[in-house]
């Protein structure tokens, strides 16, 4: 499963402070982007490392047989 990795996430907001380079209050935004994990973009991880193109891994999530529940697994 994964989750929204913009900045206004509690989750998102935690790990770019462990950075060392603080967010302003209310901030949502870096440099007009709302999101702080992407693929590509290289040029700005390098400048800024409150972006990362590490994803998000959650917890494994059990799904009940009988729930008629399904998931779609991309590669």
Do not use: C
């Not at 935690?14 to 702080?36: D, F, S, V, W």
């Not at 891994?57 to 799904?63: C, D, G, K, T, Y």
């Amino acid at each position: 499963m994964t989750e929204d990795h913009k900045i206004a996430n509690y989750s998102e907001r935690l790990r770019i402070e462990g950075t060392g380079e603080p967010l302003k209050e209310g901030e949502t935004r870096l440099y007009g982007i709302n999101l702080a994990r992407m693929l590509g973009d290289k040029f700005l991880k390098q400048q800024d490392s409150r972006f990362s193109s590490e994803p998000y891994i959650s917890e494994p999530v059990h799904i009940h047989q009988a729930s008629k529940a399904f998931v779609v697994l991309a590669r």
